[in-house]
């Protein structure tokens, strides 16, 4: 599979995170956002993740400019028509993303393969809106895609043979990533799993067993996880954990997915997690913990 242009519609955290690395494994990337402040922003967000590498001797600066001048920000998704693949990550709301498929069946040629970042939707409601929903698959990158070397490869009822090996294909070999298969299924595995951690450490918290930075360094310390599920809830954002949890709840009707009521306050109070500034714990303007 030859793969040398590929799309990202949404150039929120995940599809910064993604283009970056794209970019970075030679890719030329074309980044679609209507916002022209969004815009803006994704590509000072993506230079300052490179920054930071730079100060950490990671990548030199010849090496940051390459990667920069693979991005491509553009405001139309008619720019999609010369991709070999591209990658939705737009908000967790269907009719949205239904929307942007339909678009997307329209730009692209029918060889061009259609994935989702989704975490928690139906892939085969996805897919049938377009016209070949055989060509329709999941990619999940997990945050921060840069340092985790895992996508779950997802199958909707009708993704085709053909779509899979080649989906496995590109982020094996040309990224240079673990791909897990998985099965449609509302959170996958990585989502299902890391959200009833989160949620389970938010019922703990509740009933005055420790506090947050104990329950963090328990995990982190006892169990070797890079980060205790807190801080963990912290960087995925609060409301992006909400939203999962609610619905897995809905899908699944099972009581441990439903969300602690200590998550539902702190994201009507606007207590994101590092995006906001403030979460379990507070963070300053680059999203680095004080």
């Known amino acids: ?34 916002s022209e402040d969004r815009q803006s922003q994704a590509l000072a967000m993506i230079e300052q993740s490179l920054d930071k590498q730079i100060e950490k001797w990671a990548i030199t600066k010849s090496e940051k400019k390459l990667v920069i001048s693979r991005i491509h920000i553009v405001d139309t998704m008619l720019s999609m028509h010369e991709c070999e693949l591209v990658i939705e990550t737009i908000t967790e709301d269907l009719d949205s993303k239904k929307t942007v498929f339909e678009e997307l069946d329209r730009i692209c040629g029918p060889n061009v393969i259609l994935a989702s970042n989704t975490s928690t939707l139906s892939l085969t409601e996805l897919a049938s809106v377009t016209a070949f929903p055989e060509r329709v698959i999941g990619m999940h990158f997990v945050y921060p895609v840069m340092k985790t070397d895992l996508v779950e490869i997802v199958r909707g009822l009708k993704t085709s043979d053909d779509t899979f090996s080649r989906t496995k294909h590109f982020v094996e070999v040309i990224i240079q990533k673990k791909g897990v298969m998985v099965f449609e299924s509302p959170g996958y595995v990585t989502t299902r799993l890391i959200c009833l951690f989160i949620n389970e450490a938010l019922h703990v918290l509740e009933e005055g067993v420790a506090s947050a930075d104990d329950i963090d360094s328990a995990m982190r310390i006892g169990y070797s996880f890079q980060n205790g599920p807190f801080e963990m809830a912290d960087r995925f954002g609060l409301d992006s954990v909400l939203a999962a949890l609610e619905r897995m709840f809905r899908d699944y009707g099972e009581l441990k997915y439903r969300p602690s009521i200590v998550l539902k306050k702190m994201v009507r109070g606007g207590q994101l997690g590092a995006k906001s500034g403030v979460g379990f714990f507070n963070y300053d303007k680059d999203g680095n913990r004080i």
């Not at 590929?6 to 970056?20: H, K, L, N, S, W």
């Open 1 to 34: 599979m030859s793969v040398r242009k590929v799309g990202v519609i949404g150039a929120g955290t995940m599809g910064q995170g993604i283009a970056e690395m794209l970019a970075f494994h030679g890719l030329d990337v074309y980044v679609y956002e209507h």
